[in-house]
């Protein structure tokens, strides 16, 4: 398991808040015309949708005769025309599921992020909750 301690998480958290989350508020503010929105830092997803989506995506690999071998996180953004209000030119990850690039090798079951191609079969996990507000920083308590 390749675990970070909450240092490592908070010295992360405030690496990307010093060099990208300014840029990334000024985006905010073109796309919605509010220069008091700040842009989401986090996104949450629960124990029980993340257990789900990961059942989901096994059920769906089997029933499509597909290994899935992972999930790939991305970062998205929210157009200015979402629906959904607190959402709105804000920041988001998702997730996809993966499997192993063909003729790619594998040692011991275990296949490299490089070795891994993104499945379009499969739905994506998306609308995790921002954090409260958006733009607050780890750890929120």
Same mark, same amino acid.
């Given at each position: 398991?390749?675990?970070?301690?909450?240092?490592?998480?908070?010295?992360?958290? *405030?690496?990307?808040?010093?060099?990208?989350?300014?840029?990334?508020?000024?985006?905010?503010?073109?796309?919605?015309?509010?220069?008091?929105?700040?842009?989401?830092?986090?996104?949450?997803?629960?124990?029980?949708?993340?257990?789900?989506?990961?059942?989901?995506?096994?059920?769906?690999?089997?029933?499509?005769?597909?290994?899935?071998?992972?999930?790939?996180?991305?970062?998205?953004?929210?157009?200015?025309?979402?629906?959904?209000?607190?959402?709105?030119?804000?920041?988001?990850?998702?997730?996809?599921?993966? *499997?192993?690039?063909?003729?790619?090798? *594998?040692?011991?079951?275990?296949?490299?992020?490089?070795?891994?191609?993104?499945?379009?079969?499969?739905?994506?996990?998306?609308?995790? *909750?921002?954090?409260?507000?958006?733009?607050?920083?780890?750890?929120?308590?």
């Amino acid at each position: 398991m390749k675990r970070i301690t909450s240092l490592e998480a908070k010295e992360l958290n *405030q690496n990307f808040i010093k060099t990208r989350s300014k840029e990334l508020d000024k985006i905010v503010e073109k796309e919605t015309g509010n220069p008091t929105k700040k842009d989401a830092i986090s996104s949450w997803f629960s124990l029980d949708e993340l257990k789900e989506y990961i059942a989901f995506v096994e059920n769906e690999g089997k029933s499509k005769n597909i290994t899935v071998n992972g999930l790939r996180v991305y970062y998205g953004a929210y157009s200015k025309n979402e629906i959904k209000d607190d959402k709105k030119g804000l920041s988001t990850i998702f997730f996809v599921p993966t *499997q192993a690039k063909v003729g790619s090798l *594998q040692k011991d079951g275990v296949v490299t992020i490089e070795d891994s191609a993104d499945i379009e079969t499969i739905d994506g996990l998306n609308f995790g *909750q921002n954090g409260n507000p958006p733009s607050e920083p780890y750890p929120q308590l």
